[in-house]
């Protein structure tokens, strides 16, 4: 019987092979035609030490995974790249071409064959250290972090402080992580302390009534009253968030802006608060994440703002922004939390909550890029810009939000954005069943920072055009000394 079914089986392989036959000869080698295309767009993650499971740097890696890269790339699952092809050019685009995409599945239904060694590209230079060479300077966190073998981790928070003694420009930022493999994602922003408490030699917030900011059990009980008190006033201090410098996801370390004159503002006295997404690997792991920054070379610079579409512009009133929750308008200000501007909870079972806002353009600005904030219920994003004649534009759609990839999309070409126009962003949320993420289909969400609550931060980053702003350019090293640059530690003054 088992050989019957053997013969049977080889049967249908020969003929199968047989009505391949014509195309068989020329059809795509792994050497030849799929490492290019595998060392393009794949093992800036699928290497050793990177975050990605499996290493598709040889062959013998890749062959018993073509199946399931044949399919990760058909459903354009792999590389992680949300944006709808019909809107925007982006500079950092990392998704596969059709073309890409037809070579790699007639290769694995070829039978995955390696084809000649000859042929096999050189594996592309692995960057050991920082991507852009050494940075003029770098701020770590202040001690390395001790990630656990398993469990749920909260969104943690640290602070470092910023050393220096006049506010500095940065024209790039990039994180690096201590441990590539345990930082899922990590945000970095200049905040204030919190109020009521100080720091630990680890750079974690403690309470004056000794508990820890990164307390797990705190995060769990805080829909408490006093939990909610220390985020207000901490927000209130600091101002919604403070200001995003930047973030990291796996496969992206910075968010280069092409334009030299640019630079991302490290206010003097302030904290780089790193929120970190820890993913336990199943080892203990050390993490101890490094910020790495180059400063801008001129004396006049342009700031660069990472803000969300509804925030106001800088310059303009506060309220001038606003939401649509639901249908509602609901006016912004940034000094309360969503809750206490009453936006609705995401009721359980809800499946197409949506949420607008508007940012009016009150004088001309010039759009670097976007990225997306939601969590777990998030379902897809999108971004518009109106011109004053009417005219509506799509900058960015994300159709199928993934709260794994949040990446930075940088415009091919920085876009003018004349004053009187309005620039807004849309998107819905999925509470239900339907959303195969929704770890608690059953449970009604709230707006605040922890997974399992919401978010909603369609983040645009961009310059004011009139802007002219003194900065201490890269030869000038006041306020910073160059030894603790090399060194990479930073320890607080
Ligand atoms: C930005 C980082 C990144 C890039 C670029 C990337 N991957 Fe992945 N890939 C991941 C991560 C992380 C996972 C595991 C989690 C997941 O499935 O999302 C993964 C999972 C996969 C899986 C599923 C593995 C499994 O366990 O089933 C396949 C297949 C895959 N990737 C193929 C590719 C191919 C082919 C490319 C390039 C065309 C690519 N990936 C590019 C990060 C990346």
Redesign the pocket.
């Known amino acids: 019987m088992k050989r019957t079914v053997w013969v049977m089986g080889l049967g249908a392989a020969l003929s199968l092979a047989g009505a391949r036959n014509a195309g068989a000869a020329d059809a795509p080698t792994f050497t030849k035609d799929v490492a290019p295309?595998?060392f393009a767009?794949?093992v800036?993650?699928?290497r050793p030490g990177e975050?990605?499971?499996?290493s598709?740097l040889k062959y013998e890696q890749v062959r018993p995974?073509s199946k399931?890269?044949r399919q990760?790339?058909t459903t354009r699952e792999?590389?992680?790249w949300g944006a709808d092809p019909r809107y925007g050019k982006f500079a950092n685009d990392?998704s596969?071409t059709d073309a890409q995409i037809q070579t790699i599945v007639a290769w694995a239904e070829a039978g995955a064959p390696k084809g000649d060694d000859k042929d096999m590209p050189e594996p592309p230079a692995i960057a050991t250290g920082w991507t852009y060479g050494e940075p003029d300077y770098v701020i770590s966190m202040m001690a390395p972090y001790h990630v656990p073998p398993e469990g749920e981790m909260p969104n943690l928070s640290f602070f470092s402080p910023i050393p220096f003694k006049e506010d500095r420009f940065a024209r790039l930022l990039e994180w690096r992580p201590g441990n590539r493999s345990v930082v899922h994602h990590g945000t970095a922003d200049a905040r204030e302390l919190p109020s009521g408490g100080k720091l630990d030699a680890g750079g974690e917030f403690i309470y004056d009534d000794g508990t820890k900011e990164n307390d797990a059990q705190n995060f769990r009980l805080q829909r408490s009253e006093r939990s909610i008190q220390n985020a207000l006033a901490g927000i209130r201090l600091g101002g919604a968030g403070g200001v995003r410098l930047t973030d990291y996801v796996?496969?992206r370390t910075a968010m280069p802006i092409s334009d030299p004159n640019v630079g991302t503002r490290l206010p003097a006295g302030m904290y780089v608060h790193w929120g970190m997404h820890y993913q336990p690997t199943g080892r203990p792991e050390i993490d101890q994440s490094r910020l790495g920054i180059w400063f801008t070379e001129k004396t006049v610079v342009q700031e660069v703002y990472r803000r969300q579409v509804g925030d106001p512009l800088p310059s303009s009133a506060d309220r001038t922004g606003f939401f649509r929750v639901q249908g509602v308008d609901i006016p912004h200000n940034t000094r309360f939390m969503r809750e206490e501007l009453g936006w609705p909870n995401l009721e359980a079972g809800v499946d197409n909550y949506e949420v607008m806002s508007f940012t009016p353009v009150t004088e001309p600005i010039t759009l670097f890029g976007f990225t997306p904030h939601m969590h777990l219920r998030g379902k897809d994003k999108a971004w518009f810009v109106t011109y004053p004649d009417g005219r509506q534009e799509t900058l960015l759609s994300i159709p199928k939000y993934d709260f794994?990839w949040q990446n930075y999309y940088e415009l091919a070409h920085p876009i003018k954005i004349p004053s009187g126009s309005v620039v807004s962003s849309v998107a819905h949320y999925n509470n239900g069943v339907s959303n195969k993420f929704n770890p608690a289909p059953d449970k009604e969400v709230y707006w605040s920072e922890q997974s399992w609550d919401e978010m909603y931060c369609p983040f645009v980053v961009y310059t004011v055009d009139s802007q002219t702003i003194k900065s201490a350019p890269s030869k000038s090293t006041s306020g910073t000394s160059s030894k603790s640059a090399k060194s990479g530690k930073q320890r607080p003054q």
């Open positions: 295309i595998l767009k794949c800036s993650c699928h975050v990605a499971p499996m598709l995974w399931a890269i990760k790339v792999m590389p992680p990392m596969l796996p496969g794994n």
